[in-house]
């Protein structure tokens, strides 16, 4: 297997080419057989629904090389069946569980030259991607549909080690609506939210820190991640209908009760942050990007979550044990991980 010339260490988080990708077409009230193609552009109807009415969706899962050499996926499982939930949600045809295992391993393996090597703290992305494809100028779901998987190594996402990230709550955007779609993965709830992203990057911090659309007294989601915080002692995350349920946050859940941590997942005011000794945006990009300060755009004030600018001890824990788990040096209670024989 010849490796590819990647300097694994200092890849982006971006897309570099890789030889394969899969995919397979719902036509006629069915599924088709998985194709595999060397080409990465997609031939589409001008008048497909994905274009004009949105109508995508997609999910996002790693792959890494183990301490033993072995090739683990991490929860391929809830990867899919959150893409069926997605898909119920903006009504897309949903991917039967084990077309969408047989696919992501045949996409994992078609590429394993790409797989980072153990030990460079990089891995292999694994994006499935869904759109409707069939030509409607009427508001309609599609007949028909495109399931495909790319996959690409990213790099490290913390390159200079684990370290903090400020992030800041402005309540004149909303993310989601308070019954929309916010709890879906799909390519709409992040076109709405990118202009208050860039708006937070352009005042140098990594994220917004949304508030529940509804009576912007809770906290929701944090950008593309979820948030926790640690308040006297227990992982303490946002209970709400308009953020995505992320797969980590749940992990990370069961690992800090593990811990003998208290999980508790409610509403969570803005002013209880004056109480939190660590907090974090959790997802499968970063696992935990720890949070320094929270500052608040509209009252001014500045939540000093780590004066340091250290990780705390509880991300810290959880977020070597996740890795750990991930590569194979700590035991797979729960089976996450898929291996790839
Ligand atoms: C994907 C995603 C997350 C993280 O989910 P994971 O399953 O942990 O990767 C969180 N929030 C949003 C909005 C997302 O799209």
Request: glycine fraction near 10%; proline fraction near 6%.
């Amino acid at each position: 297997m010849n490796q590819p010339d990647i300097d694994w260490k200092h890849l982006p988080f971006g897309y570099y080419p890789t030889d394969y990708n899969v995919r397979c077409y719902f036509r006629d009230g069915k599924w088709g057989e998985i194709e595999v193609s060397q080409s990465d552009k997609i031939e589409l109807h001008m008048a497909a629904t994905s274009l004009h009415y949105g109508q995508e969706l997609f999910e996002g899962l790693k792959a890494f090389r183990g301490k033993d050499g072995k090739i683990r996926i991490f929860r391929l499982e809830d990867n899919g069946t959150r893409l069926q939930d997605s898909a119920n949600g903006i009504l897309m045809e949903p991917v039967p569980a084990d077309l969408f295992r047989e696919m992501v391993i045949k996409a994992v393996k078609l590429n394993e030259r790409f797989i980072p090597p153990y030990g460079s703290g990089a891995s292999l992305y694994i994006r499935p991607l869904e759109i409707g494809i069939s030509p409607s100028i009427g508001v309609r779901s599609a007949t028909e549909y495109m399931f495909m998987i790319m996959v690409t190594p990213v790099g490290p996402y913390f390159k200079t080690g684990f370290g903090c990230t400020d992030i800041c709550i402005m309540r004149q955007y909303d993310r989601v609506a308070p019954r929309g779609t916010g709890r879906y993965k799909i390519g709409g709830n992040y076109a709405a939210s990118l202009a208050a992203s860039h708006h937070a990057h352009e005042m140098g911090y990594s994220a917004v820190l949304f508030l529940d659309p509804k009576e912007k007294k809770y906290l929701d989601e944090c950008g593309p991640a979820n948030f926790f915080a640690i308040i006297d002692g227990k992982y303490v995350t946002p209970k709400s209908d308009s953020i995505l349920p992320s797969i980590t946050n749940r992990a990370l859940q069961q690992l800090a009760r593990d811990m003998g941590i208290e999980v508790e997942e409610r509403h969570i005011t803005v002013d209880e942050l004056e109480k939190a000794t660590e907090a974090g945006a959790c997802g499968t990009a970063a696992v935990i990007s720890p949070v320094g300060t929270i500052h608040d755009e509209d009252t001014g004030k500045d939540y000093v979550i780590s004066a340091d600018r250290k990780p705390g001890p509880v991300c810290t824990a959880l977020y070597e044990r996740l890795n750990a788990i991930r590569l194979g040096e700590y035991p797979d209670e729960y089976g996450w991980n898929t291996i790839v024989e």
